[in-house]
């Protein structure tokens, strides 16, 4: 019988208090002194230290393995001796300093600690049925959706489809797209996005919408993750496929998408303000090789850039110069039409400066210029940073007041780390969810999200929940990620701004944590027009 093992955050709770400091670190620490008044309390300490200290980076490194494990409580440095297969010949310590730590091994330490050590997730079916009825549009989707259309079919077969985050673009296009499949028979639809939650969301959409607009039974393949990108027997319907999994293929099956390309007559782009990276043109460059193959763009952000008209420009020469923008009777800018009759919350935008000291050099500062976003390396000096840190937890306690559904957005996924382990040391219900969590994780923590619980919860998360992310009940935003990117700044705001009208909130607060020394963004009530320049010609 093996032994029941021993907890990462027990042995936490035994070792000495200057070692989980250290684990810790003095920004962390500095920061838990200043939101205690003093000196924080032991208990706090080691319970942020639980929390925040990632297991994975204290393991896999020998010097801080080695350390760790001198502080197992007593009788669990044999206990752990014994799993690895010590035969009790000499001392246990001795015989677990000598481990090589090879993958075994380290997989078995993990289940000792109590770490879930995950397999592979099995390669979803590449096959679903239909979902049920109930499929309608907004007029002002309905119009929107009927102008794209007679671009999609007209001289160069390719169009961007704006409308606002919160306003159901990707519903609008699953009626275009069951329109097609309807004219077209048979014939693939093929829909490119990044990231597991948005292609899962399009091919959960895309059921839903066939089950009321369709006319006959068709397949809905799923290309992303670990799924084999295999095209045997499909020939009529929808194919979702990661971009990733795209770009990959193209590496190991040079004809994949030659042979997609002859099955498809449209190609769907959701986020198609990426659609001229290099690596992705080239996925859509071979889709679109067909005369009669059509190109629709989605995005509430028709531009790359904030201030760079030629990278702009070239998105739209791409798309012909051809975008249908949301445009409502009476309104010049449809977004305060829309947050006027109830689809689109009312936003209130502010913004709280924490002056961290930090000094750009002329490295940083050149970096800055040159990017089309604030390089990483200056993130992670300024996610480590205590006085920072400190008005982006006060900023979420203030907000827990008046809200019950707070997202923000970290900086890096330590910083998410460490922010969640505070809050919730002060009492709050805080979570996260980053590109490091499990699938099971992120699921069961979004479902708790969209409860209905009257519960304050902040769900913290970096770099996964910018798109493809529907969670109405959230109605206030901190963005502790600086940015100069306009796309990523509008993405993030428009998680909360969906309006009673769509199952959302009638007003929401978002509060940008801003560093005097950084450029960034604190409102964005021009965003949604700031690209038209480069779309005007047409």
Request: hydrophobic share 45%; proline share 4%; aromatic share 6%.
């Given at each position: ?107 078995i330490l993990l289940g000792f600690l109590g ?201 739209s020469e791409y798309f012909a110069q051809h ?216």
């Amino acid at each position: 019988m093996s032994s029941p093992g021993v907890a990462f955050a027990r042995v936490l709770d035994v070792a000495p208090l200057g070692y989980v400091r250290g684990l810790l670190g003095e920004e962390a620490c500095t920061l838990l002194d200043l939101l205690s008044g003093g000196t924080a309390d032991e208990p706090m300490l080691r319970s942020v230290a639980a929390a925040a200290v990632s297991p994975e980076q204290v393991l896999s490194d020998s010097d801080r393995r080695k350390s760790f494990l001198e502080y197992l409580p007593a009788g669990k440095e044999g206990e752990l001796a014994e799993r690895l297969g010590w035969n009790k010949s000499g001392p246990a310590s001795a015989f677990l300093e000598k481990c090589e730590w090879v993958a075994g091994q380290r997989q078995i330490l993990l289940g000792f600690l109590g770490l879930i050590v995950e397999r592979a997730p099995k390669a979803p079916p590449a096959f679903r049925g239909t979902a049920k009825a109930g499929y309608a549009l907004f007029s002002h989707q309905r119009r929107a959706a009927t102008r794209a259309h007679e671009r999609l079919y007209a001289d160069e077969r390719r169009v961007v489809l704006h409308l606002p985050t919160g306003v159901g673009k990707t519903r609008t296009a699953m009626n275009m797209i069951s329109d097609h499949l309807r004219a077209h028979e048979p014939t693939l639809v093929v829909w490119l996005a990044r990231g597991s939650e948005l292609l899962e969301q399009a091919a959960s959409e895309f059921e839903r919408a066939w089950a009321s607009l369709g006319n006959r039974d068709v397949h809905v393949a799923r290309m992303w993750g670990d799924a084999t990108p295999d095209l045997t027997g499909v020939t009529d319907g929808i194919v979702v496929l990661g971009l990733d999994k795209a770009v990959a293929a193209i590496k190991r099956d040079r004809d994949f998408l030659d042979r997609l390309a002859l099955k498809a007559t449209l190609t769907v782009f959701d986020e198609a303000h990426q659609a001229i990276a290099p690596t992705y043109r080239r996925v859509t460059d071979a889709l679109t090789l067909r005369r009669d193959s059509s190109l629709l763009g989605l995005t509430a952000t028709p531009g790359r850039t904030w201030a760079n008209i030629d990278e702009d420009r070239r998105l739209s020469e791409y798309f012909a110069q051809h975008k249908v923008m949301l445009e409502i009777e009476g309104h010049d800018n449809p977004v305060s039409a829309l947050i006027e009759d109830g689809y689109l919350a009312r936003p209130t935008f502010r913004t709280v400066a924490a002056n961290s000291g930090m000094k750009l050099s002329r490295n940083d500062r050149h970096a800055l210029a040159d990017a089309f976003d604030v390089p990483e390396g200056v993130l992670t000096e300024l996610s480590t940073n205590a006085q920072w840190n400190l008005q982006v937890v006060r900023t979420v306690l203030e907000l827990s007041k008046e809200h019950t559904r707070i997202l923000l957005f970290a900086a890096s996924v330590e910083h998410s780390r460490l922010l969640v382990s505070t809050l919730a040391a002060l009492g709050l219900d805080a979570e996260q969810v980053t590109a490091d969590s499990s699938k099971q994780h992120r699921a069961k923590v979004i479902a708790r999200f969209k409860g209905k619980s009257n519960r304050p919860m902040v769900l913290s998360n970096f770099g996964v929940l910018t798109t493809g992310f529907d969670a109405p009940a959230a109605s206030a935003a901190v963005v502790a990620r600086p940015t100069t990117s306009l796309v990523l700044y509008s993405q993030m705001v428009g998680r909360v701004i969906r309006g009673p009208k769509a199952g959302g909130t009638s007003t929401c607060e978002v509060v940008t944590v801003i560093d005097p020394e950084l450029p960034g963004f604190g409102d964005v009530a021009d965003a949604f027009t700031n690209w038209e320049d480069v779309w005007s010609s047409r």
